[in-house]
C-alpha cells in the first residue's frame, strides 16, 4: 500500500497563495489525484499528474517529482470560496485502488 | 453536480435496524465504489464493483453487504451497525480503461451521513 502525508491544517489570507504538499511512498506509481472537499459536500476532482512537471489549471496548479514522491497543489489569489479540505490520491500501477491522505484543512481570512 | 447521486444524505439509525444506502450515476461509467471517511482519517476503500461484478472487499465487516443490480446504482445495505460506523459514506464511479484496467478519474457523490446510536 501506500504512505500518503500531506498537513492538517492551513491559513491563508484572502489573495494571498498557498501551496499544499503531499508526499508518498508507493511500490509502482500511476497516477496522483487532487480533489477538493466543501464541508458536507463531494470531493471534487481538481488535478491529475502521472508525469514529473507542472500542470496549471486556472488559479490551480499541481506539481509532481516521482522520483522524490512528492507533489504539491499550489492555489493562486485565494478567494473566501477555497476554504475547504484538499485531498492527495495516488494510484498503483496496474491498479484501480486510489489511496487517499487524511486532506488538508485550508481556511481562507479575509 | 458530479453526476453521482447519493440518498439518503442523512441516516439515523439503531443498532438492531436494517437500512439501505443508494447510488446513482449519470455518466455512463461501467466501475462503482464505496468509500467510508471518517472524521480527520483517509478515505477508506470498501468495495469496488467492475462491469456489475464486485471485484474489491477490503476487509469489510459482514454486517455491510453491497449490491450492483446495474452499472448505473449501487447499494450499501446496513444491518447491526456499531456506533463506530457512524461517518460519511461515499459512492464514486468511474470508466474502467480497455484491457480490464480502472484508469479514470473518480467521480463522488454527496455521500450520506451515517450516525449509529
Known amino acids: 500500500g501506500q504512505n500518503i502525508d500531506q498537513p492538517t491544517e492551513m491559513t491563508a489570507t484572502e489573495g494571498a497563495i498557498v501551496q499544499i504538499n503531499c508526499t508518498y511512498q508507493?511500490?509502482?506509481?500511476?497516477?496522483l489525484f487532487w480533489y477538493q472537499q466543501h464541508a458536507g459536500e463531494a470531493p471534487t476532482f481538481l488535478s491529475y499528474?502521472?508525469?514529473?512537471g507542472l500542470e496549471e489549471k486556472g488559479r490551480f496548479s499541481s506539481f509532481l517529482s516521482r522520483s522524490k514522491g512528492y507533489s504539491y497543489l499550489l492555489l493562486k489569489e485565494l478567494q473566501m470560496k477555497d476554504s475547504a479540505s484538499y485531498l492527495c490520491?495516488?494510484?498503483?500501477?496496474?491498479?484501480?485502488?486510489?489511496?487517499f491522505g487524511a486532506g488538508t484543512t485550508v481556511t481562507v481570512r479575509a | 453536480e458530479t453526476g453521482v447521486t447519493q440518498t439518503p444524505r442523512h441516516l439515523v439509525m439503531g443498532m438492531t435496524n436494517k437500512k439501505s444506502l443508494k447510488c446513482e450515476q449519470h455518466?455512463?461509467?461501467?466501475?462503482m465504489y464505496w468509500y467510508k471517511q471518517s472524521a480527520k482519517k483517509p478515505l477508506e476503500l470498501m468495495f469496488v464493483?467492475?462491469?456489475?461484478?464486485?471485484?474489491e472487499n477490503n476487509s469489510v465487516p459482514s454486517r455491510f453487504s453491497p449490491e450492483c443490480p446495474n452499472s448505473s446504482h449501487l447499494f450499501l445495505h446496513l444491518h447491526t451497525l456499531q456506533p463506530e460506523d457512524s461517518a460519511l459514506y461515499l459512492c464514486?464511479?468511474?470508466?474502467?480503461?480497455?484491457?480490464?484496467?480502472?484508469?479514470?478519474?473518480?467521480?463522488f457523490g454527496p455521500g450520506t451521513r451515517l450516525t449509529v446510536l
Open positions: 464514486a464511479s468511474s470508466q474502467e480503461g480497455a484491457g480490464g484496467a480502472l484508469t479514470d478519474t473518480q467521480y
Open positions: 490520491a495516488v494510484r498503483d500501477h496496474g491498479d484501480y485502488k486510489l489511496s
Open positions: 455518466l455512463g461509467h461501467n466501475a
Open positions: 499528474n502521472v508525469l514529473d
Open positions: 464493483y467492475s462491469l456489475e461484478e464486485r471485484v
Open positions: 508507493t511500490s509502482g506509481f500511476n497516477g
